[in-house]
């Protein structure tokens, strides 16, 4: 969810600021999972939950002070910031309710669900790697605010999906399969971000999610 | 007496507490400001009112 909220912010040129991004992703994982944990995970739960959270981090925006400079940069702490929020939450929330409950679609569906969360979920981590280097290096919120561009982050996601979908959809042998995702995600991201140590650390960003993906999805 | 019950209370006291109360005030007259900075008492308090609105909404949904 924060990293589809991420693109859309990169789009349309909205300051990607890392303690408000770990501010959003705290309230939206806490919600999500003492919603799930307590209550459960239906039509009603879903509809609390993606509304919950995003007012929740809106209350955050409104009391918080600023701590990059509004005149410069465009910050998404406007009320309706919240539909949009509300939105990119609800379709996460069906993908990953899709993915665990997966009675209802085939292999095809099944592959995309796959291919999206490992997709979001790789650039998720590799945009965490560059902008806390960033940050450990410059202690400059403003300078971490730029580290982000549209372009290649729509080259890295989109890249991602088409690689995750083909390899999830047609190559059913487990092994070769995380092992193809993990090398084509490294190489992706070496090819895109031209950065050898950003690749390397690349091998735990995509074998993180392969992992986790695997674990929740093998009783299939 | 429930444990959710006892969390959203407490909690929701502290969410609201740290939250909304002014920084001043918080720090000086209530003396609860624990060196930190105001950003983080919104921090604490916004995490403290979540687990609150969740436990509110699980005491409403106990089946």
Same mark, same amino acid.
């Given at each position: 969810?924060?990293?589809?909220?991420?693109?859309?912010?990169?789009a349309?040129?909205?300051?990607?600021?890392?303690?408000?991004?770990?501010?959003?992703?705290?309230?939206?994982?806490?919600?999500?999972f003492?919603?799930?944990?307590?209550?459960?995970?239906?039509?009603? *739960?879903?509809?609390?939950?993606?509304? %919950?959270?995003?007012?929740?981090?809106?209350?955050?925006?409104v @009391?918080? *002070?600023?701590?990059?400079?509004? *005149?410069?940069?465009?910050? *998404?702490?406007?009320?309706?910031?919240?539909?949009?929020?509300?939105?990119?939450?609800?379709?996460?929330?069906?993908?990953?309710?899709?993915?665990?409950?997966?009675?209802?679609?085939?292999?095809?569906?099944? %592959?995309?669900?796959?291919?999206?969360?490992?997709?979001?979920?790789? @650039?998720? &981590?590799?945009?965490?790697?560059q902008?806390?280097?960033?940050?450990?290096?410059?202690?400059?919120?403003?300078i971490?605010?730029?580290?982000?561009?549209?372009?290649t982050?729509?080259?890295?996601?989109?890249?991602? &999906?088409l690689?995750?979908?083909?390899?999830? #959809?047609?190559?059913?042998?487990?092994?070769?399969q995380?092992?193809?995702?993990?090398l084509?995600?490294?190489?992706?991201?070496?090819?895109?971000?031209?950065?050898?140590?950003?690749?390397?650390?690349?091998? %735990?960003?995509?074998?993180?999610?392969?992992?986790?993906?695997?674990?929740?999805?093998?009783?299939? | 007496?429930?444990?959710?019950?006892?969390? %959203?209370?407490?909690?929701?006291?502290v969410?609201?507490?740290?939250?909304?109360?002014?920084?001043?005030?918080?720090?000086?007259?209530?003396h &609860?400001?624990?060196?930190?900075r105001?950003?983080?008492?919104?921090?604490?308090?916004?995490?403290?009112?979540?687990?609150?609105?969740?436990?509110?909404?699980?005491?409403? #949904?106990?089946?």
């Amino acid at each position: 969810m924060v990293m589809l909220d991420v693109l859309y912010h990169l789009a349309t040129e909205t300051a990607v600021h890392i303690n408000y991004v770990a501010v959003k992703f705290t309230i939206i994982y806490l919600t999500l999972f003492l919603v799930t944990y307590w209550v459960g995970k239906s039509w009603n *739960d879903a509809v609390f939950a993606t509304i %919950a959270g995003p007012v929740l981090f809106y209350i955050y925006y409104v @009391f918080a *002070d600023p701590t990059i400079n509004r *005149d410069v940069f465009k910050i *998404d702490d406007s009320f309706g910031y919240i539909f949009l929020h509300i939105a990119v939450f609800a379709l996460s929330y069906a993908v990953v309710r899709n993915l665990i409950d997966h009675r209802a679609q085939g292999q095809r569906g099944l %592959a995309v669900g796959k291919a999206f969360a490992f997709a979001f979920a790789v @650039f998720g &981590l590799d945009a965490a790697y560059q902008m806390l280097k960033v940050q450990l290096a410059t202690h400059d919120e403003e300078i971490v605010a730029r580290v982000m561009s549209v372009d290649t982050s729509l080259y890295i996601v989109l890249s991602l &999906l088409l690689v995750g979908f083909l390899l999830y #959809n047609y190559v059913s042998n487990i092994k070769i399969q995380s092992a193809a995702l993990v090398l084509s995600a490294v190489l992706l991201i070496w090819l895109i971000g031209m950065h050898g140590v950003r690749a390397f650390v690349g091998l %735990a960003s995509a074998g993180i999610p392969v992992g986790l993906i695997y674990l929740y999805t093998r009783e299939r | 007496m429930n444990k959710k019950l006892i969390t %959203a209370i407490v909690l929701g006291i502290v969410g609201i507490v740290f939250t909304f109360t002014p920084y001043k005030m918080l720090t000086r007259t209530l003396h &609860l400001g624990l060196g930190l900075r105001h950003n983080d008492h919104i921090m604490i308090g916004i995490i403290a009112l979540t687990i609150a609105v969740v436990a509110v909404y699980a005491l409403i #949904n106990r089946k």
